[in-house]
């Protein structure tokens, strides 16, 4: 394998105690770290002086389950509104890229517009916005809705709003706002356009109230696994975050998407495309390995399958059987990709009820030393099964502490990540232009 140029593109995703269900009850984790700023501004300049190009924190609308049995074995019942921790977050840090998940099923696209330009404009030009359709049926009962939008309705409704949304980031041109005090002008009216949109889903008039960003537009992120979701990555998406653990999938993912951009006239290297990993480093492969497995055993089977919930369905009813039997029969396609995904993986590898929310709570995982992790960033870097990794830090704040601590200055020797940022945007960091403006 020949070692492909360039380095690599690493995010860092903040999850309320760690990534791990378990982490919070662990003596290196913090059970109170849910809603402690001070946790959330050391994570985030961590990241910064460890060069990452940004952090980026995921979202429901939803309590985390209607499970209150399950929830109270997790830190996952409280969260903070990611636009509202990233602002703050902002205003600790000068380089990091800060992005944020925001549903196009339950918001208005005037709503996203305007807030995530807020954050570029705060940020000085660090936004990207995760855009998802929702997939817990819990957010749709917040919304006044019985029942959740079809999953072909969420992605229609989400290609017209993405489409609104830029629109509006364009109403205002490069050079608007003027400040000429000597001539009583702001802005300049004829750079301000309403856009007159009317389609399906959406007739909204704008402009937006907010001038054009310090970096043209918010960089636009998303997780598409299913067909719908793989078109509308492929056509708006500049960040991906691919769900792939297995390298091959990965591969025939990274090509897929890459190709079908290409089908949108994009160019490949418009894209980075990004698996999740969870990287668990210890001085030791022993080391590393202990601990994990510590997080592991501290999995309540309650919780175990309240975790298969979220990726199954809250349909499949698990209660009744035995956690070290076999999963049941399963309809797949109905819920989306992540339910056949790991339908698929229980059936190919024989994996028990535990054995299967086991793998989902390690997400990818590689546990032992900075020079494993190296070792297997590089594989997938080399292999085009991924031009980076959003990663899953365990534990707060020592899954971060370690990795920046351990793993960069190997990665950094080897000649695959930067050592020093090129520039102060989200855009900057991964070499992205600013969009060319949409046709009416």
């Known amino acids: 394998m020949s070692k492909r140029a360039g380095h690599m593109n690493l995010l860092a995703m903040i999850n309320n105690g760690g990534h791990h269900l378990t982490a919070w009850q662990h003596p290196k984790g ?65 380089h990091i890229g800060l992005i944020a998940t925001a549903t196009t099923s339950y918001n208005e696209p005037y709503h996203i517009a305007r807030k995530f330009a807020s954050l570029d404009h705060l940020s000085g030009g660090r936004a990207g916005w995760n855009v998802v359709t929702s997939v817990v049926g819990a957010e749709s009962r917040n919304f006044g809705r019985d029942a959740h939008f079809l999953h072909n ?74 067909e719908s979701g793989k078109r509308l990555a492929a056509r708006i998406a500049e960040i991906i975050f691919s769900p792939h653990d297995e390298i091959k999938a990965a591969q025939h993912y990274y090509h897929d998407i890459k190709t079908m951009a290409s089908q949108f006239g994009r160019a490949k290297e418009s894209i980075r495309i990004l ?12 080391e590393a390995k202990d601990f994990f497995e510590q997080l592991q055993n501290l999995i309540d089977p309650v919780l175990g399958r309240r975790l298969l919930a979220d990726t199954l369905g809250d349909d499949i009813d698990l209660s009744h059987h035995d956690v070290d039997g076999p999963l049941p029969d399963i309809p797949i396609g109905n819920k989306g990709s992540r339910r056949d995904f790991a339908v698929a993986l229980a059936k190919e590898k ?17 546990v032992g030393t900075a020079e494993d992790i190296a070792d297997r960033f590089e594989e ?4 085009e099964a991924a031009d980076g990794f959003n990663l899953f830090f365990t534990h707060d704040t020592g899954g971060i502490e370690d990795f920046v601590e351990l793993v960069i200055p190997e990665l950094q020797k ?20 600013v969009p060319s403006l949409l046709h009416a």
Do not use: C, M
């Not at 913090?30 to 979202?59: C, H, M, P, S």
């Not at 080897?414 to 232009?433: A, P, V």
């Open 380 to 383: 997938w870097y080399d292999s």
């Open 153 to 226: 309705e969420r992605y229609e409704r989400a290609e017209e709003f993405v489409d609104v949304v830029r629109k509006l980031w364009q109403s205002w041109e490069d050079g608007a706002v003027v400040k000429d005090t000597k001539n009583s002008r702001y802005f300049l009216p004829e750079k301000v356009k309403n856009i007159h949109h009317t389609g399906k889903h959406f007739s909204v008039e704008g402009p937006l109230n907010i001038s054009r960003t310090p970096q043209g537009e918010p960089v636009l992120v998303q997780a598409g696994a299913s």
């Open 414 to 433: 080897r000649g695959r990540f930067k050592k020093h940022y090129s520039g102060n945007t989200l855009r900057s960091h991964f070499g992205f232009d």
């Open 350 to 366: 024989q994996l028990s009820i535990r054995q299967l929310y086991l793998h989902l709570a390690a997400r990818n995982a590689i």
């Open 30 to 94: 913090q059970a109170g770290a849910g809603l402690n700023i001070q946790t959330y501004t050391r994570i985030a300049q961590i990241a910064e002086k460890g060069l990452l190009d940004a952090v980026f924190i995921a979202d429901v609308v939803a309590l985390w389950g209607q499970d209150l049995e399950a929830l109270t074995r997790t830190s996952r019942g409280e969260h903070y509104e990611p636009l509202t921790l990233l602002s703050y977050l902002a205003g600790v840090t000068q």
């Open 275 to 286: 698996p999740g990993i969870t990287p668990v480093v210890g001085k030791t492969r022993q």
